[in-house]
């Protein structure tokens, strides 16, 4: 909830505790563990338009007057958290500022001790990065399923410490969940370096960024594989790697042309999260006490007709009881993520950010979260999870959408769950009535005028959070390959969840469970039997993935036939439904037919759903088109003449590229 005290909170800074504008740090001695236990961000940069606000963490450090050494930083103001153990503290770093270890000076009766900080020279260039396009493909790892590296971070750790970014080394908590390779929902060890060693097998595919789920410290006791209740925001959990090394895999994912983006929660932490025990502030998360559930309800947002009490329950219910709801009403929250995703992006190098289950944020908030990130890197692309199948609901959330309450998300990019839940049913019927079948991907199309920018739409059949696309297709090979070549030519970004390339299946050896659709990438671990990551495992490949290297060499030459594209990347597009001639039966064709095109060059896609051939109507398209047209077929290769009678086998599309 918005508490009106903080806008007062806002006009006030506690100047009481500043100390002088610049101190000579050495004849201070220098904090330990048990007087300042951490300081967030861990370092920062010179040049950057960010304000920087320090959370100190400290047994009585609320009380502490606080000065910086050199010229280069300065003290503004410091806010005493109302718990006793927190500062927060408001740096200028001046704009002439050197690069180098800084020390901030805290003082109480009569006491002093330093904490050095590090400050570093910005790279060229950072503020102007790129980002990901509709000239990508985005393929979608969790990392503890693809591949393992390193055996030795696979236990449970006791401690340790390492030093990845800050001026002081960090403190590794116990990780109690350990890995067990036959538990569905345990840890099964993938890493960091799991998947720099197989960058080649991801860029070769097609794919051009990488989105990984979270890697920051999960400490959960049970399931906390996945990454999405963080206990640690600035730390890359260990049986991953360290910070320094996913700043590797980084910049070794750049050299292999591609990009990286960090899936990032702002709703919700983990109840491991060190702050639960004694939060800075009283309503630093939503306190649910009686617990409440978070309603699902988006609708509320948007909804003129919503009662209040929906609304607060949709902002302030908890995800999951192990998930406590982030306040990010109070402005210290915001600020602490606001500058945590510049950190990351800053520190590591990255291309973009995806949020996860953006509307349960409070939506005020979370516009000046993106506003903040945006201001600091203008061309940084940002997507959410809005998981709606309704179309308006789902729009919503896009940045500049006119939405009639005058809000506005910020946020560039949308995940198109629409077109996802379209695509899933459309090619599992086949015996179909008017609005079923392929009709349903017209007709969620036919509703683009409703988005503000379709470039900015990540389209997608299927992620970590859905079934097996192969399960839910009837392990069918070919309805696979249509889904592949609709998210190949259809507008927008598209994303591939690993192993959808090969029809990857949940286990049968376990209860059917998220973990169990989450399957380990065969040929990753040291031992396998199977290895799906090479041409010669694919080729040998046991009867499971008996359609494997079929189904990996069809989306390759489609992929990466697309890097190519400039119809698919920034084309518009037109598209055709046949219905069937059989009077009133109110059957239609289950065909699907469209022109994606510039000015200069045009793709023509067919898509056959039915159990038999299918005879082009080329006639039918004339409006974009007159006359047979030469063109080349992106899937054989072959040059075809597109006229009428091309015959399109059951299952299957006919993707051909041609010049206007």
Known sequence: MRKAFWAL?????????????????????????SQIARVEPLSWWTGMKTDLQLLVQGPGIGACDVAVS?????????????????????????????????????????????????????????????SYTTADLIY??????????????????????YIDGSARPWKVPATPDAVDRQDPVARHGGDIQGMINHLD??????????????????NQPYESYHGYACADYYHIDPRFGDNALYKTFVEESHKKGLKVIMDIVTNHCGTAHWWMEDPPFKDWYHVNEPYMQMNALFSVYMDPNAAQVDRDRQESGWFVPSMPDMNLDN?????????????????????????????????????????????????????GECWDYNIP????????????????????????????????????????????????????????????????????????????????????????KLAITLLATLRGIPQLYYGDEMMFLERKDCPSHDGAKRIDFPGGWEGDNTDLFSEEGRASAPALYASARDLHDYTRTLMQWRKGSKALQEGKTLHFLSRANVGASNITDNTYAFFRYTDTEAVF???????????????????FVQGPVQGKDVLSGADVTLQNGVVVAPKSALVVAFAR
């Open 9 to 33: 909170t806002a006009l006030l800074a506690v100047a009481a505790c500043n100390g002088p504008a610049a101190v000579d740090p050495s004849s201070v001695a220098e904090a330990t563990p």
């Open 201 to 218: 097998y991801v860029a070769d595919l097609g794919a051009t960024a990488i989105w990984c789920t979270p890697l920051l410290l999960d």
């Open 605 to 623: 896609v067919y898509i056959n759903n039915t159990e038999e051939n299918r005879s082009l109507d080329w006639d039918h398209y004339a409006e």
């Open 140 to 161: 979608l790892i969790m990392p503890d399923r693809f591949s393992s590296a390193f055996q030795d971070n696979d236990s449970a750790w006791q401690g340790g410490e």
């Open 70 to 130: 050199g010229s280069g930083l300065r003290v503004k103001a410091v806010h005493p958290g109302d718990s006793p153990n927190y500062l927060f503290v408001d740096v200028e770093v001046v704009p002439k500022a050197k690069p180098g270890t800084y020390y901030f000076v805290f003082s109480k009766d009569g006491q002093s001790f330093k904490y050095p900080y590090l400050l570093q020279e910005r790279a060229a260039g950072s503020a102007q990065r790129g």
């Open 331 to 383: 402005p210290f929250v915001l600020k602490y993520f606001q500058q945590w995703a510049v950190w990351w992006i800053e520190y590591a190098g990255l291309d973009g950010l995806r949020v996860d289950t953006y509307p349960y944020n409070e939506p005020g908030p979370m516009s000046r979260w993106c506003k903040a990130v945006l201001e600091e890197y203008p061309q940084m692309n940002i997507v």
């Open 393 to 480: 609901q789902v729009a919503y959330w896009q940045k500049d959408n006119p939405n009639p309450d005058g809000f506005n998300s910020n946020l560039p990019t949308i995940m198109d769950f629409p077109l996802e839940h379209a695509i899933i049913t459309a090619l599992c019927e086949d015996q179909v009535w008017w609005d079923e079948g392929m009709t349903r991907i017209y007709t969620v199309l036919g509703q683009d005028f409703v988005y503000k920018d379709l470039s900015h739409m990540l389209t997608f059949f299927a992620n970590h959070d859905h079934a097996r696309t192969g399960d839910i297709l009837r392990r069918d090979p070919r309805r696979m």
